[in-house]
């Protein structure tokens, strides 16, 4: 008589939106669920018994087996990419994720892994890179030209001598430069979000960083008349890329500087602990509608309170990208009308 757990845990499998394949401890395939079936070509009564290499094509088999890392570390895998070739030859990206299988005593039986086809995110992947490239090439190639023929402009004494047109031409002028800042913030963020950073990392003295930042913005500090304190417990050096480091927290303390009535105060606070470093910017301006919260990060994202501000929504998105790729997150809390905390931790 058939066994109905039996069926029922096989349509629990089935139903799965992406490929599990389990594995006894010498790597055989014990299970091949239907979506393991269509990203490999396999059928599931061809595959049970073989060694997974064998089935998966994984360009990872050879020397960064996920499987041989739970084996030998005990650690299970997450979130890495490689790319599988199925029975028709096809290359297709992946993400994979990869477990040990324990018994009721706790005994080690084999593996399970998760195979997820990322073949569409790859496919947007490579559109952004290719619409990067076009607005880097096909849009600065006009500002270029645009710029050329204002500066020859410029230089005409009929221009000069008549008003209306200088005053035009000073528009236009403005107007070319703003567009060029928004060329290279798009540009930059776009590199910032594609991972291919090539961060130069080195041990670096948070205290130094802050320090640093504090006195580029002296004459804004004063201006405003803001009462701006740095507090800096700091005596372990982080491994971090100093260059993109400073950019993430100069944006962090613009953000607080420009949010900020005059005669208020910004704290600029660093502490460790056992785990990570802790970088906290606390103003009193006007703060973040709980609403907004959420979507502050987001690139181009621009507030209801932020019309008129100058600006482009990329700042804080950077910030994240940045903080990111340096093992760390950024998150922020706020009260409307008494002000923000965005707070950075970096691992040690």
Not at 89 to 108: C, K, M
Not at 132 to 146: E, F, G, Q
Not at 169 to 176: H, K
Not at 266 to 273: K, Q, V
């Amino acid at each position: 008589m058939p066994d109905p757990a039996k069926h029922f845990r096989r349509y629990i499998l089935d139903s799965i939106p992406v490929a599990v394949v389990t594995m006894d401890i010498n790597f055989k395939i014990t299970s091949f669920n239907r979506k393991a079936e269509e990203l490999t070509g396999f059928q599931a009564s061809a595959a049970m018994g073989q060694l997974c290499r064998d089935v998966l094509h994984s360009n990872k088999c050879k020397n960064e087996c996920p499987l041989q890392t739970v084996r030998e570390y005990q650690e299970s895998t997450t979130g890495l990419e490689a790319e599988l070739t199925n029975q028709q030859g096809e290359i297709v990206p992946v993400r994979i994720g990869t477990t040990a299988i324990e018994d009721t005593d706790g005994n080690f039986i084999g593996y399970l892994e998760i195979i997820e086809d990322i073949s569409r995110f790859k496919e947007m992947e490579r559109e952004k890179e290719n619409f990067a490239s076009m607005i880097a090439h096909d849009m600065k190639s006009p500002i270029v030209i645009i710029d050329g023929f204002i500066r020859r402009l410029q230089k005409e004494p009929t221009c000069k001598d008549n008003d209306k047109i200088w005053k035009y031409l000073q528009v236009i002028d403005d107007a070319e430069h703003k567009l060029e800042s928004l060329i290279h913030e798009f540009l930059e963020h776009s590199r910032l979000e594609s991972n291919h950073l090539n961060l130069k990392w080195d041990y670096i003295d948070i205290a130094n960083i802050l320090k640093e930042i504090v006195e580029a913005h002296r004459q804004m500090v004063e201006e405003k008349k803001i009462d701006l304190q740095c507090d800096c417990q700091m005596q372990t050096p982080v491994n971090a890329d100093a260059t993109y480091l400073n950019r993430a927290l100069t944006n962090l303390l613009n953000n607080a500087l420009k949010y900020s009535s005059r005669k208020g105060k910004i704290i600029i606070n660093a502490r460790e602990t056992d785990r990570e470093i802790v970088i906290r910017f606390q103003d009193q301006g006007k703060g973040i509608d709980p609403e907004e919260l959420p979507y502050i990060f987001d690139a181009f994202y621009r507030g209801k309170s932020e019309k008129g501000e100058s600006g482009h929504g990329l700042g804080l998105a950077s910030v994240k990208s940045i903080i990111r790729q340096h093992g760390g997150r950024v998150t922020a809390e706020s009260t409307p009308g008494k002000g923000s905390v965005f707070t950075v931790r970096l691992p040690r």
